[in-house]
C-alpha cells in the first residue's frame, strides 16, 4: 500500500492550519506551504504503519512555487524517517538533455560551480514514455547510478486515457502495448532477486481488464496501480498485478485515506488509520495469494 | 522567433558568477540560483530585441530546488519587463485534478486558506497529450480564463521521437497525427482574428518532412518549433509551418543564441546578439513568405 499526497491548501486536515509555526512565513505562498508540510507530516504520522512508501504528487507542490517546492522536501524527509520509501509523482518527460536535468532534480544531483545542488533524493519517479527511449534513458541511467526505480507511464487510470493510449496500431496491439515494450527494453539487464526491474509500470486500477494483459507483456515490472478509490478502481481487482511476485504490485491510494473521514466520521487520523489498515489488508491479501 | 532558456549552472555565462549579488544566499542552491538568473538576465538584455517570447526550460531551473523556482521567477518577470511573452516549457500532463494543479502553478492561482497564491503567470506553457483529452481540458480552461495559450507535443525534436509519436495506426496515420486530432478539437472555437488558436503544437524543427503534414491536419494553430542549431534544425526547412499565418510560427532556439560566442567568437552577449539577429531575419523571411 503506497500512501497518495495531494495536498489541496484549501482542504488540508483542521490541525494543520493551527498548527503552523514557520518563523518569518509571511505570504500566502510561504503559511500555505507550512500547513501542506503540517498536514502531510500528520498524515504520515498516522498511516506510515500500513504502508511502504508515499507517492508525492509534485503538481501539488509545485503551485505554491519555491515554498512549495521546500515543503516537498520537507515531507520527502518525514516520510524516508518513518520508513517509507519516496515515489516522485512527476510523470515528467523530455529530450535528453532536459530529461537529465529533471533527474538531477529528483533523484540525483546537480553539479555547480558552487559545489552540488541535491535533488529531492526520491526512491522512484513517475516519467512519460511520449518521446520515446532516448528520453527514457536518462532517467534510467540516474536512477540506477543511485539505486532508485522508475515508473513508467502505459496505462493511466483517468477516462481519457484511451484517447491515446488504447489507439489500435497496425499490427493489431495498442499505444499501450507499445509502451510496455520501451519498458521491457528500459529494464532488461536490471532484474533483481526477486525477479524484478527497476523500470516499473503506472497501470490505472481503473482498467482491470487490461492488467492481466499488461502483466504478461511486462513479467519483471512492478506495477504501480493508482485509480483505487475516488477513480472507481477496487483492491480486490488487481490480483494480476501480483502474478509476477508479492512485491510487484503498489496500490496507491490518495483521497481514499486521506479523505476517509469524510465518508466513514472520525477524526481525520482515525478515518485514515483505519482505512489504511483495511487497505494494507486487502493488498496484502493478493500478494499472499500469489506466492 | 523564441529565446530559449535552459541554464546550465556549470555553463553560465561567466559575468553570471562574479555579478551574484545576493544577500543571504549561503548554500551552493542559493548561489547557483543567483547566477542563473543573473545569466538569464544578461542573455534577454542582449537579444530581447531580437526576440518575441523567452521559452524557458523548467527542468533547469526545478533541478535547484526552492531557490530554482524562485529564479524561474524573476526570469520571468524580468522577461515581461523587456516586453517578452513567457513559455514555460514544462511539458506536464496528468489526470483531470493534478492538470488544474499544474495550471495552476503556471498559469492561474491556487486559492488558500491565506489567500491566493499566484502562479508563475506564464503566457504560454507546454503540455504531454499523452493522457488523453480529458488531461488536458484543465488546462486549456485556465489558460483561456487567462488569455494565455498551450502548446501541445504532437512531434517532438529528438531522434527517439519516433519510436512513439510515429507509431503507424491500424488507418493509417501515426499518433502523431491522432494528437494532432485531440490539438485541433481542444483549440476549436478559439479562433481569433489572425486564424490562430490558443491551442498550439510542438514540432520539431528536426522532422521538416512531418511539417507540411501538420499545417495540414493543423491549418489554425501556433507551431512550436525547437530543435534548430544544435540539434540539426535548420530555420529556412521551416516555412510549412507560417503557410497559416506569418504569426503561426515560433522558432525557438537555445544553444545557438546563448553559446554563440563558443562557435563564432567574441564576447557571449556580442554573439548572442548577432546570432539572434541573423536567426530573426532567417524567421521573419518566412513569414513574410507568406503574406
Redesign the interface.
Known sequence: LVLGL?PD??R?WPDA?TLVDKPGAE???D??AA?VSAHCAMVIEAVAAHCVAVKL?V??F?????????AL?DVAVRSRDAGLLVIADA?????????A??A??FIGE????????P??GADALTV????????LAPFVEAARDRSAGLFV?VR??????????E????E?DS?SD??AR?VRAAGAGSIGRCGLSDVGAVVGATAPERLAHLRELLPDSIFLLPGVGA?GGRIEDLAPAFEASPAAGLVAVSRGIVAAAERDGGTPSQAAERAAAGMREATWALARASL
Not at 493511466?156 to 493510449?165: I, K, L, R, Y
Open positions: 495531494d491548501p484549501a488540508l492550519y505570504s500566502a505562498a503559511l500555505a500547513s504528487q503538481a501539488c509545485e503551485r505554491l512555487g519555491a515554498a512549495g517546492w521546500a522536501r510523470k515528467r518527460g523530455d529530450i535528453d538533455v532536459t530529461a536535468a529533471y538531477q532534480a546537480t553539479l555547480t560551480t558552487f559545489g552540488p545542488v535533488g529531492l512519460n514514455p511520449l518521446l520515446g527511449a532516448d528520453s507511464l493511466t487510470s483517468n477516462p481519457g486515457a484511451a484517447d491515446v493510449q489507439l489500435v496500431l497496425r493489431g499505444v507499445a509502451l520501451l477513480q
